[in-house]
């Protein structure tokens, strides 16, 4: 017996329900994307592998999916490297491309190559799947869309504003409501790891400190440790690891903390701006909230850093994030393009919206009405009444078998089909159609103007 197929772990295939679900978020998202005046952009699905490494530390590096080379890949490793059995040389000289990681980094790409067709500040959104070798779990797969907005060419701050409300407005147009989007800034963490002398491990620092919510205080600090960050050094951070109060209250903390890192203090400065602004414009149904504990590991944001968090029913990772990226341009050689985008999980959203029955009845709406066949005449005179239904932006149907009358109607209600269209000789004689309701049984009999009228 053959073996059952399979995919790979980490990917999915969707439904038509499912599909059709997630069109719902694509298209909210999308629609505040241009109301925000973001213009659409796609790029490959794979890049050439030096594009994307080391743009997102080791443990990102690790996540990449590479791409064997084409034809003999072995060739052009020597017998002597391929007995030392070392992968990641080997690696190297059998694969020079690789999926993409994220959306960031291609459009980083983008941007430098077509610098001279680009008017900025250039606002771009892109929605296309990416994927990363991660460990599967709930919320958490191999392959899965993310939908991205970024504006490069402009430092200013109001950029970072317009992104928190971005985000507010999405969560809203999707009902979602009790988001808390989370705010720190690398300056800060910068600021944190001069003060406790570990200037040269910031990114050890940072990846270390990200894992707070999922491994916890004594866990990370034992990982600082392993990285080489003094005991002394950990000591000092006590205080961030039991911040807590309002946005203004662990500011006036932050302060004392940083007061002698002027890195540190231009970090409270921009957080204080955005703050300000996002009180006196106000928010729909997000809530803004400093944590300085929020690091993300990815080591090319240099200004504010976003984490967006479900509400708190729902047991969810973060549903997005980003941040500011002055120099992420430059590893490709455009230098002084400073950078600010924001991420939606669309499969995560997906999950949230999903658990907390948000998505709206009509989502998943297929056709209107099926028309029954009970032969090739009838069958023809229902095709001329389905296309002008589907001119009047009707979603009709004919059955293409003439099978037996219970089958077909077993395949409406299989279907969730709400109307059935009888049309036998009585009804083609009298130019009528037989119009049944699946749920309430009720037949009722109409003209073609009728009929469409009732479903225009």
């Not at 994927?131 to 709930?138: E, I, L, N, S, V």
């Not at 009444?385 to 395949?411: F, S």
């Not at 049944?436 to 109409?446: I, R, T």
Request: charged letters at 25%; proline letters at 3%.
């Amino acid at each position: 017996m053959a073996q059952k197929p399979s995919i790979p772990k980490g990917t999915r295939d969707f439904t038509p329900e499912q599909v059709a679900k997630r069109n719902y978020i694509f298209n909210t998202i999308q629609k505040q994307f241009e109301l925000y005046g973001f213009q659409p952009i796609e790029t490959p699905s794979f890049e050439n592998s030096d594009t994307l490494m080391g743009k997102y530390g080791d443990e990102g590096d690790r996540l990449i999916f590479k791409i064997l080379n084409s034809g003999d890949f072995l060739n052009k490793v020597d017998d002597k490297l391929y007995s030392k059995k070392d992968s990641n040389a080997i690696t190297s000289k059998i694969s020079e491309k690789a999926l993409r990681y994220d959306l960031t980094v291609p459009f980083a790409r983008y941007v430098v190559q077509h610098q001279n067709e680009i008017e900025f500040p250039f606002k771009r959104y892109q929605i296309q799947p990416v994927w990363r070798a991660d460990r599967p779990q709930k919320g958490r797969f191999r392959e899965f869309y993310q939908c991205d907005a970024d504006v490069v060419g402009s430092n200013s701050l109001w950029q970072e504003v317009e992104f928190i409300q971005l985000y507010d407005a999405v969560f809203t147009a999707l009902k979602l409501e009790g988001v808390t989007i989370k705010i720190n800034n690398r300056k800060i963490l910068s600021g944190i790891a001069e003060v406790i002398g570990a200037s040269d491990k910031l990114i050890d620092f940072t990846v270390a400190l990200d894992k707070l919510d999922k491994i916890g205080e004594e866990k990370v600090k034992e990982e600082m440790l392993e990285k080489g960050i003094s005991k002394k050094g950990i000591e000092k951070l006590q205080p961030l690891f039991t911040l807590s109060g309002s946005f203004n209250s662990q500011v006036v903390q932050l302060k004392s903390i940083l007061n002698s890192s002027e890195e540190g203090k231009k970090g409270i400065e921009e957080l204080e701006f955005i703050d300000k602004a996002i009180s006196e414009l106000g928010l729909q149904t997000a809530t803004l909230k400093l944590d300085v504990t929020l690091a993300r590991g990815l080591n090319y944001y240099t200004g504010a850093i976003f984490e967006v968090s479900a509400p708190e029913q729902v047991q969810m990772g973060s549903i997005g994030g980003g941040g500011r990226y002055d120099d992420l341009t430059g590893i490709f050689g455009l230098k002084d393009v400073s950078g600010v985008g924001i991420s939606f999980g669309l499969d995560r959203i997906y999950l949230v919206l999903d658990e907390l029955n948000l998505f709206p009845e009509t989502v998943t709406k297929n056709i209107d009405l099926l028309f029954i066949n009970f032969g090739d005449k009838e069958g023809l005179f229902s095709l001329k009444a389905i296309k002008q239904l589907r001119l009047n932006g009707v979603n009709a149907e004919l059955y293409p078998d003439a099978a037996k009358m219970k089958k077909q109607m077993n395949h409406a209600n299989k279907r969730n089909i709400p109307f059935i269209v009888l049309v036998g000789e009585k009804e083609m004689e009298t130019e009528s159609y037989t119009l049944k309701n699946m749920v309430s049984g009720e037949q009722v009999k109409l003209s073609l103007t009728e009929l469409i009228s009732k479903f225009e």
